[in-house]
């Protein structure tokens, strides 16, 4: 039997073993509190010492729990510790359900991240054994399996690779034995797993790398099917579908910091990555121009294009997809991934390309749209990723990659990704437009220009400018729900605009066409009731003064988010947010990226208001791998 989810699952896991004096607890908790961002339902940490396994977890936060339980407090005799920090899906939130897992003899320690398809019938199997279930996870089939077969006088390294080979699903799971104090055993199969090593003294594994970035930068990153044995300051690797061939693995040096994962003095990480906008598109502006025209290049050879992504990303693909439309002269199928396979079917067809948009490079209706397109069309078919995380999962099945220079999101609402997504689309489109001579070269360059002036407009903004959101903010406090109206590009601006109030702020709030809003939406407006109005001087803006007219007429209460220069919009609305950027052409496609961070910082302020918490929106999380 086939046990089928329609939850969400993202965990962050983290394991430390050391031959130095260091407080393990203490490191093993500070892991888990930077993987927090991963799951923050339930935690526990166990490490082990007197030959034996010892554990703290609870259901909470991990703050909350820590003060409880205290725990880091492990004795400096324990030299291994594995950490977990959980989003539920199978059973609730709840001590027994939280990780780590133990076997019947409570010698083996298990946590994970993924989903084990088949977990029920494993359970069975095992039930009729004799093994003692005490949770609802999937997880705890895993220390059972493997005391199965060490019970049958397999040594723990093949029990290990034996009971991963029985599990169907997506895991990243790391594992400890209290008889053997010296290894930690790491498997990856679709959830993302790093090792970091500090050389000869202590080795570290975990969902991500900030995990461990304060005590090392040099990491391993493993694939599908590896297995890691970490033993103190080394590790060897193997592919647990042929245990028997060493696998040799390149070691990566990490170049960025951890103040960059770290909020860096912000009260929030949202309003810090807010803040790095600016630095994270002067970064993006330096993505090679071989890699730009390749994907150009690609895009003008080929029959049918389409773009997917989910949420935030999928929005910023509608603005990109915008602009490339523009230069390139033909359509650009917009399908949200969860919907790929059901919408194109068999009229997938070969020479298509598909762009793929993911921050996390892991969402795992991308990835299955990608799987599913890859496996019908086998090699007819090309494959690009713009993704932030270098070696993420859909850069292995993608043929070509350009990584967004944003650096790591940790905030659960994605803000600066939004932004590299855009302006990487938009370079990709001005190398389209030049390969294609629809402009000539001074032409070329001002759009060039204006993209690379996008930094400052939004350093501008930021420092200049912000001083009425929080005014706006309280003024739209007694109204539940209201509109964010577009038309054109900034259509993508209002629905990344209002995606960022629902997430952040738990506002109902609809972003929508203008044009379009007439068809029905107009009969909720009443006096009072709130519109922001997105309104670059661009090609639709004589339409979308109608629109502003019709609305205030019918009592509307009308914000504008409008460029500095801007008269008549500005003299229909109740207030503006003004962008300091000029009024012309080539300023107006780079709309979507300079017009979002008001709307973020927006979202920000009216989660505060609210009393919300918008680095930990209530059912959120942030890389969504299961659907
Ligand atoms: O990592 P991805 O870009 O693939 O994630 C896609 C969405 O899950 C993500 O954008 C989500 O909508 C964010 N919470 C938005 O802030």
Same mark, same amino acid.
């Given at each position: 039997?086939?046990?089928?989810?329609?939850y969400?699952?993202?965990?962050g896991?983290?394991g430390?073993i050391t031959? $130095?004096d260091?407080p393990i607890?203490q490191?093993a908790?500070?892991?888990?509190?930077?993987?927090e961002?991963?799951g923050?339902d339930s935690?526990g940490i166990?490490?082990?010492?007197?030959?034996q396994?010892f554990?703290?977890?609870?259901?909470?936060?991990?703050?909350?729990?820590?003060?409880r339980?205290?725990?880091?407090d492990?004795?400096?005799?324990s030299?291994?510790a594995?950490?977990?920090t959980r989003?539920?899906?199978h059973?609730?939130?709840?001590k027994?359900n939280?990780?780590?897992?133990?076997?019947?003899?409570?010698?083996i320690a298990?946590?994970h991240?993924g989903?084990?398809?088949n977990?029920?019938e494993?359970k069975e199997?095992?039930?009729?054994e004799?093994h003692?279930?005490?949770?609802d996870?999937?997880?705890?089939v895993?220390?059972?399996?493997i005391?199965?077969y060490?019970r $049958?006088?397999?040594?723990?390294?093949?029990?290990?690779i034996?009971?991963i080979n029985?599990?169907?699903?997506?895991?990243?799971?790391?594992?400890?034995h209290?008889?053997?104090?010296?290894?930690?055993?790491?498997v990856?199969?679709e959830?993302?797993l790093?090792?970091?090593?500090?050389?000869g003294?202590?080795?570290y594994?975990a969902?991500d790398?900030p995990?461990?970035?304060p005590y090392?930068r040099m990491?391993y990153i493993?694939?599908d099917?590896?297995?890691?044995?970490l033993?103190?300051g080394?590790?060897k690797f193997?592919?647990?579908?042929n245990?028997?061939?060493?696998l040799?693995?390149?070691l990566?040096?990490?170049?960025?910091?951890i103040?960059?994962?770290?909020k860096g003095?912000?009260?929030?990480?949202?309003?810090?990555e807010?803040y790095?906008?600016?630095?994270a598109l002067?970064q993006?502006m330096?993505?090679p121009r071989s890699?730009l $025209?390749t994907f150009?290049?690609?895009l003008?050879?080929?029959?049918?294009?389409?773009i997917?992504a989910a949420?935030?990303?999928?929005?910023a693909s509608?603005?990109?997809?915008?602009?490339v439309?523009?230069?390139l002269?033909?359509?650009i199928?917009?399908?949200?991934?969860s919907?790929?396979?059901i919408?194109?079917?068999?009229?997938?067809q070969?020479d298509?390309?598909i762009?793929?948009?993911? $921050?996390s490079?892991?969402?795992?209706?991308?990835i299955?749209?990608?799987r599913?397109?890859?496996?019908?069309?086998k090699?007819?078919?090309?494959?690009l990723?713009i993704?932030?995380?270098v070696?993420?999962?859909l850069?292995?099945?993608?043929?070509e990659?350009i990584v967004?220079?944003?650096?790591?999101?940790i905030?659960?609402a994605a803000?600066?990704?939004?932004?590299?997504?855009?302006?990487?689309?938009?370079?990709?489109?001005?190398?389209?437009?030049?390969?294609?001579?629809?402009?000539n070269?001074?032409?070329?360059n001002?759009?060039y220009?204006?993209?690379?002036?996008?930094?400052?407009?939004?350093?501008?903004?930021?420092?200049?400018?912000?001083?009425?959101?929080?005014?706006?903010v309280?003024?739209l406090d007694?109204s539940s729900?209201?509109f964010?109206?577009a038309?054109g590009?900034?259509?993508?601006?209002?629905?990344?605009g209002?995606?960022k109030?629902?997430?952040?702020?738990?506002r109902?709030i609809?972003?929508y066409?203008?044009?379009?809003a007439?068809h029905g939406?107009?009969?909720?407006?009443?006096?009072?009731?709130p519109?922001?109005f997105?309104?670059p001087?661009?090609?639709?803006?004589q339409r979308l003064v109608?629109?502003?007219m019709e609305?205030?007429?019918r009592?509307g209460?009308?914000i504008s988010v409008v460029v500095d220069?801007?008269?008549?919009?500005t003299?229909l609305?109740?207030?503006?947010i003004?962008?300091p950027?000029?009024?012309?052409k080539?300023?107006?496609i780079?709309?979507?990226?300079?017009?979002?961070?008001a709307l973020q910082?927006l979202?920000?302020?009216?989660?505060l208001?609210?009393?919300?918490d918008?680095d930990q929106p209530?059912?959120?999380?942030?890389?969504v791998?299961v659907?």
């Amino acid at each position: 039997m086939i046990y089928q989810t329609g939850y969400l699952r993202m965990c962050g896991i983290f394991g430390i073993i050391t031959n $130095q004096d260091i407080p393990i607890g203490q490191i093993a908790l500070e892991g888990i509190k930077r993987l927090e961002y991963r799951g923050y339902d339930s935690c526990g940490i166990v490490a082990q010492y007197d030959s034996q396994l010892f554990i703290k977890k609870d259901a909470g936060k991990i703050d909350e729990i820590n003060e409880r339980l205290k725990l880091f407090d492990f004795p400096l005799e324990s030299k291994l510790a594995l950490a977990h920090t959980r989003w539920a899906t199978h059973g609730p939130p709840t001590k027994v359900n939280s990780h780590p897992h133990l076997d019947c003899s409570r010698k083996i320690a298990v946590i994970h991240n993924g989903i084990l398809e088949n977990f029920l019938e494993l359970k069975e199997q095992l039930e009729l054994e004799g093994h003692k279930f005490l949770s609802d996870t999937d997880t705890e089939v895993i220390p059972h399996l493997i005391e199965r077969y060490i019970r $049958q006088g397999i040594d723990f390294t093949q029990a290990v690779i034996k009971a991963i080979n029985k599990c169907v699903g997506a895991y990243g799971v790391v594992i400890c034995h209290a008889d053997h104090p010296d290894m930690i055993i790491a498997v990856r199969k679709e959830s993302p797993l790093v090792i970091g090593i500090e050389e000869g003294k202590t080795t570290y594994c975990a969902s991500d790398i900030p995990a461990f970035l304060p005590y090392t930068r040099m990491c391993y990153i493993l694939e599908d099917n590896e297995m890691a044995i970490l033993k103190a300051g080394s590790v060897k690797f193997l592919n647990i579908t042929n245990p028997d061939e060493p696998l040799e693995k390149e070691l990566n040096k990490i170049e960025w910091s951890i103040d960059a994962a770290e909020k860096g003095g912000y009260k929030h990480f949202m309003l810090k990555e807010i803040y790095e906008e600016p630095l994270a598109l002067r970064q993006t502006m330096k993505i090679p121009r071989s890699k730009l $025209q390749t994907f150009a290049k690609i895009l003008w050879s080929a029959k049918n294009i389409y773009i997917t992504a989910a949420g935030t990303s999928f929005y910023a693909s509608l603005a990109g997809k915008h602009i490339v439309t523009k230069f390139l002269g033909k359509y650009i199928h917009a399908i949200e991934c969860s919907e790929f396979q059901i919408e194109l079917g068999d009229a997938l067809q070969e020479d298509s390309v598909i762009i793929c948009v993911s $921050q996390s490079g892991e969402t795992i209706d991308l990835i299955e749209a990608v799987r599913w397109a890859k496996e019908k069309l086998k090699k007819k078919i090309t494959l690009l990723c713009i993704t932030n995380v270098v070696g993420s999962s859909l850069t292995r099945y993608s043929d070509e990659t350009i990584v967004t220079q944003a650096g790591p999101e940790i905030g659960v609402a994605a803000t600066k990704t939004y932004c590299t997504q855009v302006l990487t689309l938009a370079l990709i489109a001005l190398e389209i437009a030049r390969y294609r001579k629809v402009l000539n070269e001074q032409e070329i360059n001002n759009y060039y220009e204006a993209l690379k002036s996008t930094p400052d407009i939004i350093e501008d903004y930021l420092k200049n400018k912000v001083s009425n959101i929080k005014d706006i903010v309280n003024n739209l406090d007694k109204s539940s729900n209201f509109f964010y109206l577009a038309r054109g590009i900034s259509i993508a601006t209002a629905k990344e605009g209002g995606l960022k109030l629902k997430e952040v702020a738990c506002r109902f709030i609809e972003g929508y066409s203008a044009a379009h809003a007439k068809h029905g939406p107009i009969s909720l407006v009443r006096e009072g009731f709130p519109i922001i109005f997105i309104a670059p001087p661009d090609e639709t803006y004589q339409r979308l003064v109608g629109n502003v007219m019709e609305f205030k007429a019918r009592g509307g209460k009308i914000i504008s988010v409008v460029v500095d220069s801007d008269k008549i919009i500005t003299n229909l609305s109740d207030r503006t947010i003004r962008i300091p950027q000029p009024a012309n052409k080539y300023y107006n496609i780079i709309s979507p990226i300079t017009f979002i961070p008001a709307l973020q910082l927006l979202s920000y302020y009216a989660a505060l208001k609210n009393n919300l918490d918008p680095d930990q929106p209530r059912n959120l999380a942030k890389t969504v791998t299961v659907h």
